[in-house]
């Protein structure tokens, strides 16, 4: 498997427009989950009167996995392609899995955008590609869905397409890069092989866009750098913190910290999909132990660095945010929750520093009173509680946030400066 490069590819878009049917279709089509399964998924499926959704029952049924936590791995689901094998980080569409979206999304490369065609553009496939920018996907691939619905009409093919490539200009998406493909997760039309029925189309398939994608190239001359996503005891071994390495490598025998906890030791083992290994890099999800370091000691939002460089933590921090939706105006004092890697915390909008033109990055106004939905603005924010971040123009996976209040995601944002405590 390691023979090829790896992606983390999310799929995101409108919580109805296919994207688990479309998952289960991908894992299908590269023979990731047996034909015998599906069909078991089928019958259970039919007997509760959801026919067709035995595509979708291949991602729910992880879910269930996940709740039960039978395995360490942060179940996610992995298939091949002839270029890549990929790892599908499943971003659920409801709005309160925004948050989960965020952590998910800020682990992928890249993403497939899932919109359906008798649909189009719906204020969810506005946040998700929104925050996709916000948190460095590079590149798009966006699966027009649901053509069997609107009879593989071109016309409506080609609406949906502009309708995506406007929102896509609207963030300064480059859609130059991005790829179109009219799908049916449910026919399986265009996924893995051309379909006679959008004879119209001369684009590559899904799995061949997916194929066509640049390689990721890992950032491994930056520290150690391991936002912990939970802490479990397991018999034999202690506790096991898990999490993915997002910059930086891990050996047995290294030094580390967790930050803002501020406790360390030595690692003793690592662990990948319940193997032992002796080195872990950028894009692993790892298990591993630390001498010294109890379950009470460390938990989730920590980040693991090398002892002698270790995580950032952040008194105050300036950041550059654009605000989505908010239904008045933000003023200094306000205190949402900023959800970065792993960690929630409350913090407060100490100073509105500039406000920024949205379009052109420069600056409109300095010290403006207020920022409200569409503005973009430097800020100046200080924690409620210790937290462990680092610049966006030196880690960028630790340097990206969203701010969520009243179950919605605000504003999203990325970290120019740390003032450290």
Known sequence: MADKPHQNLAVIGHVDHGKSTMVGRLLFETGSVPEHVIEQYREEAEEKGKGGFEFAYVMDNLAEERERGVTIDIAHQEFDTDEYYFTIVDCPGHRDFVKNMITGASQADNAVLVVAADDGV?????????????????ELIIAVNKMDL????????????????????????????????????????????????????????????????????????APLRLPIQDVYTISGIGTVPVGRIETGTMSPGDNVSFQPSDVGGEVKTIEM??????????????????????????????????????????????????????????????????????????????????????????????????????????????????????????????????????????????????NER
Not at 122 to 138: K, N
Not at 203 to 209: D, F
Not at 402 to 413: E, H, N, S
Request: glycine fraction near 6%; charged fraction near 25%.
């Open 122 to 138: 719906q204020p969810q496939t506005q946040e998700h590609v929104f925050l996709a920018r916000t948190l460095g996907i590079d």
């Open 150 to 221: 609107v009879d593989y009409d071109e016309s409506r093919y080609k609406e949906t397409v502009e309708e995506v490539t406007k929102l896509l200009k609207q963030v300064r998406f480059n859609t130059d890069d991005a790829s179109f493909v009219p799908t049916s997760a449910f026919e399986g039309d265009n996924v893995s092989e051309k379909s006679e029925n959008t004879s119209w189309y001369d684009g590559p398939t899904l799995l061949q866009a997916l194929n066509n994608l640049p390689e990721p190239q890992p950032p491994t001359d």
């Open 273 to 418: 999909h319940h193997e032992e290994v002796d080195h872990a890099g950028p894009g692993d999800n790892v298990g591993f132990n630390v001498r010294g370091v109890g379950k009470d000691d460390i938990r989730r939002g920590d980040v693991c660095g090398p002892a002698d460089d270790p995580p950032k933590v952040a008194e105050t921090f300036q950041a550059q945010i654009v605000v989505m939706q908010h239904p008045s105006v933000i003023t200094a004092g306000y205190t949402p929750v900023f959800h970065a890697h792993t960690a929630q915390v409350a913090c407060t909008i100490e100073s509105i520093d500039k406000k920024l033109d949205p379009a052109s990055g420069e600056v409109a106004e300095e010290n403006p009173d207020f920022i409200q939905s569409g503005d973009a603005a430097v800020v100046t924010v200080r924690p409620q509680k210790p937290i462990s971040l680092e610049p966006s123009s030196e880690i960028p996976e630790l340097g990206s946030f969203a701010v969520r209040d009243m179950g919605q995601t605000i504003a999203a944002g990325k970290v120019l400066s740390v």
